[in-house]
């Protein structure tokens, strides 16, 4: 739904995928100059999201049993997680 929303309203976003079977199949049907996805190296995990948005970070765990969120509102530290993200990104 989320990829469908993105394509529709034309949101400009970029996301880091675990490589599995799953992610290369998302890439290949959501890949666009909007919906831009890189496939993190074999090895390389993530158990959480992470979505930053102007001078917000929110962190998202998906647990077995429940999931926990945290929304952090302050310019500097996610200007720090921005940073982070465009150095892998130009790494991948």
């Known amino acids: 739904k989320v990829a ?4 529709k309203n034309r949101y400009k976003v970029r996301e880091l995928l675990v490589d ?7 890439q290949k049907a959501y890949n ?3 919906h831009q996805i890189k496939i993190l190296p074999k090895g390389m995990v993530f ?3 992470t979505i930053l948005c102007k001078d917000k970070i929110l962190m998202i765990s998906y647990g077995e049993n429940d999931i926990s969120a945290v929304e952090i509102i302050n310019k500097s530290l996610a200007d720090t997680q921005k940073a982070m993200f465009e150095q892998l990104w130009r790494s991948l």
């Open 4 to 7: 469908l929303e993105i394509h």
């Open 20 to 26: 599995s079977r799953t992610a290369r199949a998302y």
């Open 32 to 34: 666009s100059a909007f």
């Open 47 to 49: 158990y959480s999201d």
